[in-house]
């Protein structure tokens, strides 16, 4: 079987450590207590599969075999598959930066996810999406000042996730600025995180360290 060969790219994966370690710490991570739904692995405990696996986590991961990981090292060929889909997602993908990390923070908005909020606020900063729209975005409003294209994505990946659909009107205004590639592209990066919502809040691992408050509050029903 072909070893993954981790390029420049996948060393910075989840490059997105030091931030994802935040995030964790943050988001106080119990699965090493023992009520935890999925206790953390201990990588002597862990079968050749789980191990062969846990050394390429821990090869770009300062958060250890952690958070997610912890998850996806109980199914390990899924985990694989994953962690290589997302090195994709996160620093190969067609779709901008800027772009491609608010696509993220709505998932994480719409998951309330405390880990992906707290990993992905600074990179999309970073990456030069502006601070009015993600603040406006973590409240759970719909962003008052976004450039055209960070409108087509939010309007996008809000009909896809609350609807279940994209409207004509909306897939029109999105092909005239996004290539096929980027249009798959830019479906598959929010399916994708919220594949990785779903493995966290199963393993019930975002509640709020003690004396802190969650960077995100939940939504209000409609």
Same mark, same amino acid.
């Given at each position: 079987?072909? %070893? ?12 997105l450590?030091?931030?994802?370690? *935040? ?6 991570? %119990? ?15 862990? #079968?050749?599969?789980? %191990? ?37 997602l ?29 990993? $992905? ?27 055209p ?14 609807? $279940? %659909? ?10 005239? *600025? ?23 809040? #199963? ?9 802190k #408050? ?9």
């Amino acid at each position: 079987m072909k %070893r993954i060969i981790l390029s420049t790219s996948a060393i910075a994966f989840l490059g997105l450590s030091l931030a994802l370690a *935040i995030a964790i710490r943050t988001a106080n991570v %119990r699965a090493a207590d023992e009520g935890s739904r999925f206790p953390q692995l201990k990588v002597q405990d862990l #079968t050749d599969q789980q %191990r062969s696996f846990a050394e390429q986590i821990m090869k770009v991961s300062s958060v250890g075999i952690g958070g997610p990981y912890n998850s996806m090292l109980r199914s390990p060929v899924m985990g694989e598959r994953l962690f290589m889909l997302l090195d994709y997602l996160r620093f190969n993908t067609s779709i901008p930066r800027r772009l491609n990390e608010f696509a993220i923070l709505i998932q994480a908005r719409l998951w309330t996810s405390q880990v992906e909020w707290t990993a $992905h606020y600074p990179l999309a900063l970073k990456a030069g999406l502006p601070q009015s729209v993600a603040d406006d975005l973590k409240v759970g409003k719909r962003p008052a000042s976004m450039q055209p294209d960070e409108a087509v994505v939010y309007d996008f990946c809000m009909d896809l996730s609350t609807k $279940h %659909r994209v409207s004509d009107a909306t897939f029109q205004r999105a092909r005239a *600025i996004f290539s096929d590639q980027q249009l798959v592209d830019l479906t598959a990066v929010s399916g994708t995180y919220v594949t990785t919502a779903m493995l966290l809040k #199963t393993a019930d691992e975002e509640g709020a360290a003690p004396g802190k #408050t969650p960077a995100l509050q939940p939504l209000p029903d409609k």
